[in-house]
């Protein structure tokens, strides 16, 4: 988006986008809401003229969002990533340009496993399947994030996608964000696993805290229980988050009141996505603490769309395997803040103030400078 000119006290604007140029003429007081690329333009106040009509103006600010509820292939990430691909593909045909996938679809959220962990030892059969959930993960970036960027650019779409990422020795719970053009936008890194989540993950630092840019306005994710941080829900909202991503392995009832208490919180949609996961789906050479019959559903789902006025737009859904879709008004996210803006007029920084320490943490870093 390039603004070509904006002059008063006319105020004619001029907004190139994907190569077309729109004009604005306003009789009277405008605003503009949002950043670049678009994110919101509301113009108040009578009337509008020139070559953006009406209907045209009230298209931009909708977005068709699709929420995908899906297993892992277990122990076998080359057919997890083409399963992805495909649902990619499905979410394009029904008209998404956003699509949200559950917490560690690609490299498999092993729900049941102990990985032969007891304080104060570990068995050697443990290892092995600790080896084998390792083997599993990808790198990123790396060839299947190229894969799944491919598909994203095919799709013309973006995609938040949870994945176990392998980095040296250590895996962590990432969500990944991609462009339409292929690109991957960023990720964020679990900042707490959660109980035995901890022995097989690492703990993300708060450089991977930070929102991407899209035409409707900031994206960014949450996974799982860290939505109940209260702190880091915060610097979500401090950055002006509009599509406010949360894949999960909850599949409680109580999930859906959490994702509505934060749409209403942060006046942003939340699309929470989580997988639909049998027995059957988990990798076959892994032992299983809660079931070892085929059939038994060790995470049911509970997808769900919510709006920022708390209203459920699909979901959820505890069925199997789906696609929910719903169309968003971004419009709703400045209907919200006109009475609550937790990190703006509703806030008392005089009272009140959170510092994020946004700064990478390596344990290890390698000085080459004298000093």
């Known amino acids: 988006m390039s603004v070509v000119s904006m002059g008063l006290p006319s105020c004619e604007l001029g907004v190139t986008l994907r190569g077309a140029t729109l004009r604005f003429r306003m009789t009277s007081r405008f605003f503009l809401i949002g950043r670049a690329n678009l994110q919101w333009l509301l113009i108040s106040k009578k009337e509008e003229a020139g070559d953006l009509d009406r209907g045209e103006e009230l298209t931009s600010m909708r977005l068709k969002a699709g929420v995908v509820q899906a297993a892992t292939v277990g122990g076998n990430t080359v057919a997890t990533v083409d399963k ?75 995609v938040v996608i949870g994945v176990i990422e392998r980095d040296g020795g250590t895996l962590y719970c990432t969500a990944l964000f991609l462009g339409p053009d292929g690109s991957l936008l960023g990720k964020h890194r679990k900042l707490m696993p959660t109980a035995f989540e901890r022995l097989c993950w690492g703990l993300g630092d708060g450089s991977t805290l930070a929102t991407v840019d899209t035409p409707w306005g ?11 941080m209260p702190l880091m829900r915060m610097a979500m909202y401090g950055q002006g988050i509009a599509l406010y991503c949360a894949p999960t392995a909850d599949d409680r009832e109580a999930w859906t009141s959490t994702m509505r208490h934060i749409a209403m919180e942060g006046r942003c949609f939340v699309l929470s996505a989580c997988q639909y996961l049998t027995r ?13 019959e085929a059939d038994h559903v060790l995470m049911r789902g509970g997808s769900v769309i919510v709006d920022p006025m708390g209203d459920v737009l699909a979901g959820p859904d505890f069925g199997g395997e789906t696609i929910l879709i719903a169309e968003l008004d971004m419009r709703q996210v400045a209907r919200g803040k006109f009475d609550f803006d937790v990190a703006g007029h509703y806030s008392r920084s005089d009272i009140f103030r959170l510092d994020v320490d946004a700064l990478p943490k390596p344990s290890v870093q390698l000085n080459t400078e004298m000093t």
């Open 84 to 158: 992805a691909v495909s649902l990619i593909f499905e979410c394009g045909t029904r008209g998404a340009q956003l699509a949200v996938f559950p917490e560690a679809l690609i490299g498999g959220y092993p729900h049941g496993a102990r990985f032969g962990a007891f304080f104060g030892g570990r068995t050697a059969k443990g290892r092995d399947e600790f080896a084998a959930y390792f083997e599993s993960a990808i790198e990123v970036p790396g060839k299947e994030t190229a894969t799944l960027g491919a598909a994203a650019r095919e799709a013309e779409m973006y």
């Open 280 to 292: 059957a789906d988990f990798p076959a050479g892994m032992d299983n603490h809660v079931s070892d």
């Open 218 to 228: 900031k994206l960014g994710a949450v996974i799982c229980w860290e939505n109940y």
